[in-house]
């Protein structure tokens, strides 16, 4: 991969919005779900204090970006009319940018992710985190017709409003959530809640680089990151995370055993069964 593919991408801004994977607790994500607020579009506390917004405006700002001029978001619908009418032609031609020469397709999407070089695969990952997809194990039409905007060596053809779309997807989640139980942003919720409240963590915050300019919201902790070998252990993702953002949405501290937990270990007399 070279640095003018490097650098192309990084122009269309869709790494910006590639934020690290996280360790998934599903409490935070229902406690931001109940304190949500449709109209204002802003996670609240049980006193109507704003915690944050989920706003295109949020996102960058949480992210250190200020798009020099107005963008579109993607549309989900218009891409997967693309991806239907997607000639021939341009198929053979992206692939052979995209794919590995002995994984050429045959036929239409959608294809499997591994036929596709490490570039192809670096870019359909964040494609597929940004529009939501839970898996990249198949490419299909939504994320197969973005493809031709990242043309190695060349300057992006199509700059997104990803901010934007990003934003309407949590609302329409959150809104959807008890129905169809399906949330696809935590990454983007744990990131918020640290820039927005970073008074109410104690761990060690690292808001500034070497030269003492402002980073990313993704460089300053790793606490709740997802990673190999991550220099904090799960317990202390819950003790200096979890328990602390669930203070905040609850407006108390949280029991640190739940009712389930009490029931699987029998802590009570209420759920004790047998011996």
Not at 101 to 110: S, T
């Amino acid at each position: 991969m070279s640095n003018s593919d490097i650098l192309g991408i990084w122009e269309s801004n869709l790494p910006r919005y590639y934020l690290p994977s996280v360790n998934v607790f599903p409490d935070i994500i229902h406690q931001c779900c109940a304190n949500y607020d449709p109209i204002s579009k802003a996670v609240m506390t049980p006193s109507q204090t704003i915690i944050f917004y989920i706003t295109a405006e949020s996102i960058n700002e949480m992210l250190h970006f200020h798009p020099a001029r107005p963008l579109s978001p993607p549309s989900m619908g218009f891409l997967l009319e693309q991806g239907s009418q997607f000639p021939n032609a341009e198929i053979a031609r992206i692939s052979k940018l995209f794919m590995k020469p002995d994984c050429q397709p045959q036929g239409p999407p959608p294809y499997v992710h591994a036929w596709f070089t490490k570039f192809g695969k670096l870019i359909l990952d964040m494609i597929s985190f940004i529009l939501g997809f839970k898996t990249s194990e198949f490419v299909d039409e939504a994320i197969f017709v973005m493809l031709p905007m990242f043309t190695p060596g060349q300057p992006p053809t199509v700059k997104y409003d990803y901010a934007s779309f990003i934003a309407n997807k949590i609302n329409e989640q959150f809104i959807n959530l008890k129905e169809k139980r399906v949330f696809k942003y935590t990454s983007f919720i744990y990131h918020l809640l640290l820039y927005y409240q970073i008074d109410s963590f104690l761990f060690t915050i690292k808001k500034l680089d070497s030269k003492g300019e402002r980073r990313s919201v993704i460089f300053w902790t790793s606490v709740f990151h997802n990673v190999y070998e991550s220099p904090y252990t799960y317990c202390e993702f819950i003790d200096w995370f979890i328990h602390p953002a669930s203070t905040l949405l609850i407006g108390a501290p949280p029991p640190r055993l739940s009712r389930d937990i009490k029931k699987i270990l029998q802590l009570s007399k209420n759920y004790r069964i047998g011996d």
